[in-house]
Structure formats: C-alpha cells, structure tokens
C-alpha cells in the first residue's frame, strides 16, 4: 500500500461540465502522475508533477490541467468534459527519479 | 517514437502450465524495465529491472532483461487461477533529472483455467 487516494472513484458527469478528480498521498512522495487507461491504449501519461507547483505535460495532455499547491495533494481537471474522455484514470506516485512507481485505486469516469 | 510491445496479446493456459511473456521495447532514454499484474484494479509492481542478464524471481515468477537485444521476458512457472490478470510491462525513461516516465505496453491478457 503506496498511501495512495483518489476521488471520487466513480463518476458519470454530462459533456461540457467540469470534472475534478483528486489524488491524496499520505507518504510525502515528490513525484505524482495522472494515467488513463483504455482498451487497446494502455496506460497513457497525462500529467506530471516533480514537486509542489512543478508540472509537466505528458503524451494526452490536451483537455486536462493539473495543480499541486500541497505535496500531499495532486489534482486532475477537465475543463469542458468530452465523450472521449470516458476512460479509467490513475494515479501514481514515486519517491524519487528511478525508482517504482506506484498506482492508485483508479478513478472510474463516465461522459454521457 | 518510443513504444513498449507486448506479445502475446492473450493466453490462455490450464493450472499448472509454465508460461513466457514477451516485451520489446524501443525507447531513446531507457533506464530500467518493470512489470505489472493488473487483475479488475490497479496494476500492483512486481520487478524492476536495471541491469542485462539478471534474473530477478518472486515465487513462482521471475523476469529477465536483456538491454543488447531490447527486450525483457516474465516466466510464470506452477500456474495458478489466481494468476489470471494482465501483465503490464513498462520501460523508465532517463532524462538525468527531475523526470521519470513509464511507458506503457499495452499489456498481456493471461487467463488460467483450472
């Protein structure tokens, strides 16, 4: 157990209305991730963080933004939700550069 | 572009069969290669590996990498029900500073009957 919580763990939000889903780390971990997963994808790279108010954009950023004012706390945003957004999001956590990374619980989000 | 590929697709075994999965990778920037099983949740970390030609081992499971060849096998030996999952593997990139990014295949589906 990496001390990983996401919320909310379900969701079915209608298109065009904002969706924020948030990962709480209770181990002080520095570097946090958002993933998706979708059949015959993967697991995709969102965004990234390496520290509070250190983001990064990874491979499907285009739709989402992130913030992390709190170590502890990593927040995911889509601003107008899209059908094609429907997906799994995890997130993820690593105490340093190189080492493992760890999953959240996941995030199950529906776009209708 | 960098990719992570994965083969096969699926497998399905009876108990007690051993079974190689297969991962192939092109990345610029490798720094280490890890596995994942992901049964109906989060994928939960099984290896990691840095180093050519050795194996790590967990029970029943163990893994090699072989970074000449760009490529990592996972062998499942006495399999068990409880093995069906997909088996994800990823590569570390290394860019030497404040980042650290996996990339993904898009995994092994491995049904065990009983």
């Known amino acids: 157990d990496a001390g990983i919580t996401q919320s909310p763990r379900h969701k079915v939000t209608e298109t065009g209305t904002p969706v924020t889903l948030r990962c709480h780390q209770t181990?002080?971990?520095?570097?946090m991730y958002w993933y998706r997963q979708d059949p015959g994808h993967g697991l995709r790279l969102i965004h990234y963080?390496?520290?509070?108010?250190?983001?990064d954009k990874g491979e499907v950023s285009d739709g989402y933004s992130v913030s992390r004012s709190k170590t502890e706390d990593f927040l995911l945003t889509l601003e107008s939700a899209t059908s094609s957004q429907t997906s799994v999001y995890f997130c993820a956590i690593s105490t340093g550069t190189g080492n493992t990374i760890y999953f959240g619980e996941g995030s199950w989000l529906t776009v209708v | 572009e960098d990719k992570v590929v994965q083969s096969p697709l699926s497998l399905v075994v009876h108990e007690g069969d051993t079974v190689t999965l297969n991962c192939s990778y092109e990345v610029t920037n490798f720094r280490s290669l890890l596995w994942y099983k992901q049964e109906k949740k989060a994928p939960t970390f099984l290896f990691m590996l840095t180093s050519s030609g050795i194996e790590k081992k967990s029970g029943r499971l163990s893994s090699i990498l072989d970074k000449k060849e760009l490529f990592s096998i996972l062998n499942i030996t006495a399999t068990q029900t409880g093995d069906s999952a997909v088996y994800l593997c990823?590569?570390?990139?290394?860019?030497?500073?404040?980042?650290?990014?996996?990339?993904f295949g898009t995994g092994t589906l491995l049904a065990v009957q009983p």
């Open positions: 963080s390496y520290g509070v108010k250190d983001t």
């Open positions: 990823a590569v570390l990139e290394n860019y030497g500073g404040a980042t650290n990014k996996l990339i």
């Open positions: 181990e002080n971990h520095r570097y």
